[in-house]
């Protein structure tokens, strides 16, 4: 599997948070000839699972599918839909995009005439479809219809590459190759891949999916941030220095037993890794740790450069890293129930 031409056919496709249905089929089609059994839960998680002997531990991998974007909730007389935030929103950043609707509804996302950037906020932001009047807008949309920012990734120097939403169509696609690369393996544990929903609002899917299943290890695939820009607030993490191995962010500390195997695997198989501690944000990772009886939990996080911006920056090198350590982590997991 090719890392990024399965991520150029991820990224394309909108799936704002709760609207997960595109990019959970295209996924189901991926995953598929890799798992044993394929379905999808009550909140629209996507979990795949490949079965072991029976007698080992349950391994839950999880990257999640959602990303944010924009909720229509008002229709101005001359056609401009007023929009709310879904997630993270960075408006700064998301001025002037060009957005699209899940129903494929082009526009351009932009401020009030004379805001100030200084002042960018939800409450002075539009989505220009082009249209003349109210009229006109409802024939192509609704109140709560979504938006997201066109999505695309293209390559830049070497291995690096910019586009959106790289947070987190990048640990799908790392996730992805993982599942391939244990595909004709003889494992003793269950392992389920999970593609989760509305993470960005609050990490409800991969709440739901770990309660279901009850995993022993569980493991996050998502995307964190950098220290190597000017401005930047001092943090170890850089791009192109491997996987990230995560000790901690803002809504979890990773378990000890994880962190360690991920590190001593990373320096056996002599993998590219970086050792990550992030002052601000989470991931899925808090969920599956304390959900139901709890988990060993751990992440390995994709350095990003600019991220909830259209210009998210990652190196694929350390995505490549991140699937060939958690292969490793999965082999090595110790036998017994």
């Not at 544990?189 to 999970?194: P, T």
């Not at 001593?264 to 993998?271: Q, Y």
Request: aromatic residues 6%; proline residues 4%.
């Amino acid at each position: 599997m090719n890392l990024y031409t399965t991520l150029q056919k991820l990224s394309v496709l909108p799936s704002v948070s709760g609207r997960e249905d595109g990019i959970r089929a295209l996924l189901s089609e991926l995953i598929a000839p890799y798992a044993d059994e394929v379905r999808v839960d009550n909140l629209g998680n996507l979990i795949a699972k490949k079965r072991g002997t029976g007698e080992g531990k349950t391994v839950m991998l999880c990257a999640h599918m959602d990303e944010i974007g924009f909720l229509v909730n008002f229709i101005e007389d001359s056609g401009l839909l007023r929009v709310a935030p879904i997630g993270g929103i960075n408006f700064a950043a998301s001025a002037f995009s060009e957005v699209v609707s899940e129903s494929g509804i082009a526009g351009v996302l932009v401020p009030d005439g004379k805001t100030k950037p200084a002042d960018y906020g939800a409450n002075c932001f539009a989505i220009d479809i082009g249209v003349k009047s109210r009229k006109e807008a409802e024939r192509k949309v609704k109140i709560g219809d979504f938006f997201v920012v066109r999505g695309g990734v293209r390559r830049l120097a070497g291995k690096r590459i910019t586009g959106s939403p790289l947070d987190d169509r990048i640990g799908c696609a790392a996730l992805l190759a993982v599942a391939e690369n244990l595909w004709q393996e003889m494992l003793s544990a269950d392992v389920y891949y999970v593609f989760s929903v509305q993470e960005e609002v609050g990490c409800r899917g991969a709440m739901t999916a770990t309660f279901g299943i009850a995993p022993d290890y569980a493991l996050c695939f998502d995307v964190t941030g950098t220290g190597d820009v000017p401005g930047a607030d001092p943090m170890a993490c850089a791009l192109g220095k491997g996987a990230a191995v995560k000790i901690k962010d803002r809504s979890v500390i990773c378990h000890p037993e994880v962190v360690t195997s991920l590190c001593t695997l990373a320096e056996k198989h002599k993998i590219p890794y970086q050792r990550e501690v992030l002052l601000y944000g989470g991931t899925d990772t808090s969920s599956m740790q304390m959900t139901g009886s709890g988990s060993r939990a751990g992440a390995l996080s994709i350095p990003c450069r600019y991220i909830h911006s259209r210009v998210e920056t990652c190196d694929m090198g350390d995505a490549e890293a991140c699937a060939r350590l958690a292969t490793e982590f999965v082999k090595a997991l110790p036998e017994g129930k």
